[in-house]
Nanobody, 122 residues
Framework: VQLVESGGGLVQAGDSLRLACAAS????????MGWFRQAPGIEREFVAA????????YYADSVKGRFTISRDNAKNTVYLQMDSLKPEDTAVYYC????????????????WGQGTQVTVSS
C-alpha cells in the first residue's frame, strides 16, 4: 500500500492550496480517507475525513468552512482544498486510509502517507 501526498508549499495568509493524496495497492473505494496535520512538538491533529463513497464528510472545528475534502474513486485520489489559509495552518499534512468508517483518531487508520509540508506566512 502506498499513499503519496502532493500539493504542499509556502503561501501567504489568505491564499489557497489544494493537496492531493494518490493511493495504490489497496481497493481505494472501500476505504475511508482522512487528512491530519502535525506541527513541530504537537501531536498529529485531525483535519478532515470522508467516507468511502464521498457522501459523508467531517471536519475539525478549526478548518470548518475553509477546507473541503473530496475524493475521486476513479483516480484513487483524495483531495483537500484549503482556502483562507492562516499561519496556524502551518504543518506537515498527512493522508490516511482506514477500512472501517472515517474516524477522527489517527491511531484508527491503517495506512499513512509520508506527508507534505504546508507553510503559511503572515
Amino acid at each position: 500500500v502506498q499513499l503519496v501526498e502532493s500539493g504542499g508549499g509556502l503561501v501567504q495568509a489568505g491564499d489557497s492550496l489544494r493537496l492531493a493524496c494518490a493511493a495504490s495497492g489497496l481497493a481505494f473505494s472501500n476505504y475511508g480517507m482522512g487528512w491530519f496535520r502535525q506541527a513541530p512538538g504537537i501531536e498529529r491533529e485531525f483535519v478532515a475525513a470522508i467516507s468511502w463513497s464521498g457522501a459523508d464528510t467531517y471536519y475539525a472545528d478549526s478548518v470548518k468552512g475553509r477546507f473541503t475534502i473530496s475524493r475521486d474513486n476513479a483516480k484513487n485520489t483524495v483531495y483537500l482544498q484549503m482556502d483562507s489559509l492562516k499561519p496556524e495552518d502551518t504543518a506537515v499534512y498527512y493522508c490516511g486510509a482506514v477500512l472501517s468508517g472515517f474516524p477522527r483518531k489517527a491511531d484508527e487508520y491503517d495506512h499513512w502517507g509520508q506527508g507534505t509540508q504546508v507553510t503559511v506566512s503572515s
